[in-house]
């Protein structure tokens, strides 16, 4: 079967973000008296969304957030990389091409644990909106990742944005990390491993593991489902 369509994990795929997650976590979660360290962030939390993140610290830490403290942890947290973000560009390197480049031959998706506000902003900044048929971001999915859920709401929603559907196996995921990879396996998608956030050895589920965006081309990827 040919390649059908791609999904892009965003955070860690496209923008390069995750310092200004980790900044604005950290700076909220200073006000809240509990201290993140970037070791931290990156071996237990990056795979979740805002909510998931701060509901695993309420776990790991004894603390005694109520769920409207966790909803307003994520509020805080939401304003603060919106003023992080402001006059930066955040795309990885080839991101841009990679994303127009893939556009031209499939339709594309994004499923995220960002916020859709957050992708928003990069996408429209960079004049990528028009590239993508469906976007994922966090409060669209029931469950985050490594769940199955953003994939399959992902889809979903493709299916009904091209008016056809859109078999597992016959569709890409791009991702950068264990969790992620593990979410589009579970829903049945090929994958893409990139080391923009860790190194080959994590990423050993994905069926290809690339260094760049340079090197995600439409001819190589559909090799995965081909084969």
């Excluded at 962030?41 to 795979?47: E, F, Q, T, V």
């Excluded at 509901?55 to 409207?68: D, H």
């Excluded at 995220?112 to 909106?129: F, K, P």
């Excluded at 090929?190 to 080959?200: A, L």
């Amino acid at each position: 079967m040919p390649l059908k369509a791609v999904v892009f994990d965003f955070d860690g795929v496209i923008a390069n973000s995750e310092p200004l997650h980790l900044r604005a976590f950290q700076e909220v979660l200073a006000g809240a008296g509990v201290a993140l360290t970037e070791a931290d962030y990156y071996a237990r939390y990056l795979g979740f969304d805002d909510v998931g993140v701060f509901r695993a610290i309420r776990e790991e830490r004894g603390t005694a957030w109520a769920p409207e403290q966790i909803e307003a942890l994520v509020a805080r947290k939401a304003a603060r990389m919106e003023v992080l973000e402001r006059h930066v560009s955040l795309l990885f390197p080839g991101a841009a091409a990679a994303v127009r480049r893939l556009a031209a031959k499939v339709p594309l998706a994004i499923a995220s644990g960002a916020l859709g506000a957050e992708i928003s902003r990069v996408l429209d900044h960079e004049h990528l909106t028009p590239c993508f048929a469906a976007i994922v971001a966090a409060e669209d999915s029931p469950a985050g990742k490594p769940a199955a859920d953003p994939y399959l709401r992902a889809l979903a929603k493709l299916g009904a944005a091209q008016h056809e559907t859109f078999a597992a196996g016959d569709c890409v995921a791009v991702e950068d990390s264990v969790w992620g990879l593990e979410s589009a396996r579970a829903a049945g998608l090929r994958t893409v491993g990139i080391t923009h956030t860790y190194g080959r050895s994590e990423l050993q589920a994905a069926q290809l593991i690339i260094d760049s965006l340079d090197d995600l081309t439409f001819d190589v990827i559909e090799k995965l489902v081909a084969g």
